[in-house]
């Protein structure tokens, strides 16, 4: 089964709202997520790392006010996009690596995905 | 620079038979972990197969295997047997700095840029 959940899976709303997404782990705690992008047919490109306590450390050229991210806890973790607009329009998922010693060949477990959709 | 290249953008095959997707990467860190995403129309990231740098022998996961060549800094995924819900998108990533001083591992992930595989039946 999934061990991390993301929603909402398809957000459509109108050009200046702002849109939260969540991205919970459900049975392991994760001091990081990780938040990508993925246009269609293209690779994913990490927007964001969200750390849980600290301020997310964000990748070159993306907007830390546009791309607002919250790790309040050790399962949850929110971006949420301020005032979107139609290029906002994207897949967005989370992963989060289950975390342990010597768990390098842990894979990172990703959400489903939210197809965001901007009019 | 692109650290993972996957410079097959649309690979097609016949049902049941062989296919290998190739994957190349670049990275002067001598501890990193490469992974295989499949990556359906739907959009779920389903994990396929683990190498790790230190590995002595190819990593295999039922049909899946990894042909790892680390002189040449290649990974390339073989599907045998190829079945028709293989038909999707397929990621190489990349993670490097696997250690650190306490042992644990969850360093971000680099993704290539996708092979879309189509299986004829």
């Known amino acids: 089964g999934a061990v991390v959940s993301q929603h909402p899976s398809r957000v459509i709303c109108k050009s200046g709202t702002s849109v939260k997404i969540e991205c919970r782990s459900l049975d392991f705690q994760a001091t990081t997520m990780f938040w990508y992008r993925q246009f269609p047919k293209q690779s994913l490109m990490l927007m964001a790392t969200?750390?849980?306590?600290?301020?997310?450390?964000?990748e070159q050229g993306v907007e830390k006010d546009k791309f607002l991210i919250n790790h309040a806890s050790l399962t949850l973790s929110t971006l949420t996009v301020t005032s979107a607009h139609p290029e906002d329009s994207s897949f967005y998922i989370c992963?989060?690596?289950?975390?342990?010693?010597?768990?390098?060949?842990?894979?990172?477990?990703f959400g489903d995905g939210t197809r965001l959709s901007i009019l | 620079a692109q650290k993972i290249t996957q410079t097959q953008p649309g690979m097609f095959v016949q049902e049941k038979e062989a296919v290998t997707l190739d994957c190349t990467y670049d990275t002067s860190d001598p501890s990193y972990g490469l992974f295989w995403y499949k990556q359906p129309s739907s959009g779920e990231m389903i994990f396929l197969i683990y190498q790790g740098s230190y590995d002595q022998q190819n990593a295999t996961e039922g049909r899946y295997s990894l042909n790892f060549q680390k002189a040449r800094k290649s990974a390339n995924l073989v599907i045998s047997a190829s079945q028709l819900g293989d038909s999707a998108m397929y990621f190489c990533?990349?993670?490097?700095?696997?250690?650190?001083?306490?042992?644990?591992?969850?360093?971000?992930?680099?993704f290539g840029q996708g092979t879309i595989l189509t299986v004829h039946p």
């Open positions: 990533a990349m993670r490097e700095g696997i250690a650190n001083a306490g042992g644990t591992s969850y360093g971000k992930l680099t």
């Open positions: 992963s989060a690596p289950r975390e342990g010693v010597r768990g390098s060949n842990q894979p990172q477990h």
């Open positions: 969200s750390n849980e306590g600290s301020k997310a450390t964000y």
